[in-house]
């Protein structure tokens, strides 16, 4: 045997299992697609990998301006922007706190740093539902309850457990001869932080920011809790839309809306896949 | 004037005691070396000087103020580490400047100051790259410059060198010897290297275990080691131990090497006179023992097991009364000897060292 055809054959192998897994994947996503592109007449007749006959946008234009989400009927368009509104500001300010605690706790260690960290640990692992009601109780004692500002403040809340974890690892990987160069410097807590740790952090950034912000887009369960009915997000009105019990179900709105709802993850993913790996892949820099 | 004086230091981390009670007077200008093996505490002694660490008890004296508790930028530092620690993310110039922007300098006296230190050192042709794209002995020059910007009082090295290879590293040496004696500046320099600290110090405090074990000059930490630790740690190859017995007898004092001879070391220059006498250690460096023993008045029979050559230098090693030993003398000797040559060696009683066995203290 030579290693030649041997190196051939393991590579058709390979191709073969990646070609067939991008098919189990894509084979969904073709069916929405050509679904929501059919009129509702020529679903009930085709088979649901056909390709459609007359393709027409109308079930896209429905979903997004005039589908029924409960009483209302302005479609998913009021949802793209709540969720816009929840996801920019509670992204940002997620991370940003994740990386100044993560920076505090692994180069200045407070004391009972080693508490907080285990405890935010913890807190990571602990189902979210335990804390529904009482956060609930306590959103609407400071009158948050059913508000923007509320339903922001629980994704950042959320979210700091794991921010804290990626950024303290990530600045553990850092030198921390650095720190003390730039201690002796005479930079303090802040000065070092803006000017010596955030220029180094761009890799873990883009981890955060693509983490946080998918995350939080996809949320269902916050928003329904907490955001009040003026700003539910997208996914809670893709809900509506798809469950909504009134007559017959319009599955190529339903398809359309929910490709709409899935769209920007997608495309953050599609976009950043690369950073992606590549900032998990960045280890301590030299320097 | 910047003296560092060092009180009763003690530094725990957690329940473990890395100094204990350490006391270190080091004067204006001075070229202190910091010297002892991995873990013994130097670079926490240094870290401590430099504020980096807390201190659990004890005081920090610099230019006779009490900074035990001030931040590093407050103490009149400027500090190198082993690792470099350039700021990866600006150039050259960015990492000379960092300190100084952070302290609100005007920028002519920003830029005055970088040409200055950039043209002591020669970096001035990477003063627009940035760290990655320097070599070893460039980017510890920047290191060392960073420093130098500050204009501080006293400068604070940390292992500067051992990341280098030895030809670069001897030539930052002498370039470290030059900066000292052109800048005048107190300094501080930890280092397990003793050949560097044998070379820049003017005074070696040797380290074992977060105590100081002999603060002297190079000459008398080698010529008179304060204890076994010290005589052994200095040197290499290390000093030769013969174990025996120390007696006074008939206004002579003799050494009998336990198994051997009897060495008359009347003409040793004792710290304390010797009572009692009792179980001692002699020391004898490699090179003060002679193969062509001439008219020494000292003798010590030697068998040869292994012949080395290091080129200007060669080593005998063998055994003296059943005890490993080794000599050093010139290449240009010519010596082969086989193994299991028997010879005498010479050598005088102003090079040799003699040590309590029990305690190790110089006696
Ligand atoms: N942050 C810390 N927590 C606990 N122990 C520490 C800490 N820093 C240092 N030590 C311990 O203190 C001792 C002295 O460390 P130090 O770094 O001062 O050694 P060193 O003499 O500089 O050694 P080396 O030559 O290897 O650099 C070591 O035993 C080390 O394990
Ligand atoms: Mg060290």
Known sequence: ?287 | MAEVSIENLDIQFGSVSVLKDLNLLIEDGEFIVLLGSSGCGKSTLLNAVAGLIDVTGGKIRIAGEDKTDAEPKDRGIGMVFQSYALYPQTTVEGNLSFGLRMANMPKDEIQRRIARVSKMLQIEPYLKRRPAALSGGQRQRVAIGRALVRDADIYLFDEPLSNLDAKLRAELRVELKELHQTIGKTMIYVTHDQVEAMTLATRIAVMQNGVIQQLASPEDIYERPANLFVAGFVGSPGMNFFSGRLRAEAGKTVFAIQGGPEIDVTDYAFAAPLGQGGEAVLGLRPEHLFVEAGNLPLRLPFTVSVSESMGADSVLWGTTAGQKASVRFGSELKLNPPRGTEMELGFSPATLSLFDAKSGVRL
């Open chain 1, 1 to 287: 045997m030579s290693s030649k055809s041997e190196k051939i054959m393991a590579r058709i192998g390979v191709y073969a299992f990646l070609v067939i897994a991008a098919a189990f994947f894509l084979m969904p996503f073709y069916v929405m697609i050509v679904t929501s592109l059919k009129t509702m007449d020529e679903i009930r007749v085709t088979s649901i990998f056909a390709v459609p006959s007359a393709p027409t946008l109308e079930a896209w234009i429905t979903a997004w301006q005039s589908a029924c989400t409960g009483l209302k009927c302005n479609g998913l368009s009021v949802g793209f922007l709540n969720s816009v509104l929840i996801m920019v500001p509670a992204t940002v300010l997620s991370i940003l706190l994740g990386a100044v605690t993560g920076y505090a706790l692994s180069f200045w260690r407070p004391r009972g740093a080693g508490i907080i960290f285990g405890v935010l640990i913890v807190a990571a692992f602990i189902p979210y539902q335990v804390f529904i009601y009482p956060l609930v109780r306590m959103l609407s004692q400071v009158g948050l309850y059913n508000s923007l500002a509320g339903i922001v403040a629980i994704h950042v809340i959320f979210g700091m457990p794991i921010m804290v974890l990626l950024f303290r690892n990530y600045y553990a990987g850092l030198p921390r001869d650095l720190f003390s160069a730039a201690r002796v410097d005479g930079g303090g807590f802040w000065v070092i932080f803006v000017r010596l740790i955030l220029p180094l952090s761009p890799p873990i950034l883009i981890v955060a920011v693509i983490l946080q912000s998918t995350h939080i887009w996809n949320d269902f369960l916050f928003g329904l809790v907490f955001a009040g009915s003026d700003n539910q997000p997208m996914t809670v009105l893709l809900n509506n839309i798809v469950n909504s019990t009134q007559g017959e179900k319009a599955y190529n709105v339903n398809m359309a809306a929910t490709i709409l709802t899935a769209a920007v993850p997608l495309i953050i993913y599609l976009a950043s896949g690369r950073w992606f790996v590549r900032g998990i892949a960045a280890g301590a820099v030299k320097g």
